[in-house]
């Protein structure tokens, strides 16, 4: 990693990307034969390709539009370390992007992930957060599993971050995971409180299956005795009709990143610009019914061929230049 300053770019960019069922071209015969995921009956190595092709050319146009590929990706719905691999190996990243990934035990085979730019970003330390429900109405023994949560310490120049990558489990069923939610949300909020009460900087992002407004999300930006210890720059877009992802006639900015204050300090090594829902056209469907909306690689099982039914995330920071 380079010492001193960071390159000619006078920003940096950190992304969140919820990437629906990025499956390896192997997943079919590998997955167990009762997944939810219909549509992987009919997944084989050249609808991975062009899935594969498509996820790396989102980046390639995010570097069009700001100039710079970002130094940190977070990423969901991705199927084991084969495909991080592939993926980093895509010729936009130019062979300088790392991973950071666990397996869970999420029983649609899917985790979240950490990929960066190691000309510019250490890891210090990593790890997955696994959480188990019990089943009601089963043996107490029995447990539900959904997907970890990643917390990654990374090293910017002189600054150190903790970065929380989440797939929080989904809406569904008149919402009956949002107990779980609030559990998981709780736990994390409790680690960052002593993260910030210590001075850390932390940064996280995720697809949270609840919108900006939402208890929890609004919850976790405030500490133990009710001061703010995270902003969330997705509360004012989603408040202007910005939206990630849709469930049938519903907009929903499930995906976020939030920040603590250290990264509005003027003296900030990266001091927050903006954020943005990346929903450039070419991710856009084709079809007039749903303008606007992203392009899918699957709708249940029927093969679309899109990139994915959400729109990547961003933060822009504002580089401080100063030698370490």
Do not use: C
Not at 26 to 52: H, V
Not at 67 to 95: S, T
Not at 252 to 280: G, N, P, R, T
């Amino acid at each position: 990693m380079s010492n001193g300053y960071f390159g000619s770019a006078i920003h940096e960019l950190a992304v969140f990307y919820n990437t629906e069922n990025f499956y390896s071209a192997e997943a079919r015969t590998s997955q167990p034969p009762n997944i939810e995921f219909s549509g992987l009956r009919n997944w084989d190595r050249f609808r991975f390709q062009n899935k594969l092709q498509k996820i790396a050319q989102v980046f390639q146009l995010i570097r069009d539009k700001h100039g710079v590929l970002p130094m940190v990706i977070g990423l969901a719905e991705i199927q084991g370390d084969a495909v991080l691999q592939e993926l980093v190996a895509q010729p936009v990243f130019e062979g300088r992007f790392r991973v950071v990934h666990y397996e869970s035990m999420d029983e649609r085979g899917v985790d979240v992930a950490l990929i960066y730019d190691s000309s510019k970003v250490e890891v210090l330390s990593s790890e997955p957060i696994s959480y188990f429900f019990e089943i009601e109405g089963t043996d107490p023994e029995k447990y539900d599993t959904t997907r970890d949560v990643l917390h990654v310490k990374l090293k910017y120049g002189i600054s150190a971050v903790n970065v929380f990558v989440f797939h929080l489990p989904s809406k569904r069923e008149k919402d009956i995971n949002k107990p779980r939610r609030d559990v998981i949300l709780t736990d994390i909020r409790e680690r960052i409180v002593e993260m910030t009460e210590l001075g850390e900087a932390v940064l996280l992002m995720g697809d949270f299956n609840e919108n900006p407004d939402e208890e929890n999300i609004r919850s976790i930006t405030y500490g133990s005795n009710n001061e703010k210890i995270l902003s969330n720059p997705f509360l004012e877009l989603f408040m202007k009709g910005k939206f990630s992802t849709y469930h049938r006639q519903f907009g929903l900015l499930f995906d976020q990143m939030l920040i603590s204050d250290d990264f509005f300090k003027e003296e900030a090594l990266l001091k927050y610009e903006s954020a943005e829902v990346f929903d450039h056209p070419k991710l856009k469907s084709w079809d007039r019914k749903f303008e606007g909306r992203p392009f899918r690689t699957f709708v249940g099982s029927r093969y679309l061929g899109g990139y994915s039914d959400h729109f990547p995330v961003l933060l822009k920071f504002r580089k401080n230049y100063k030698k370490n």
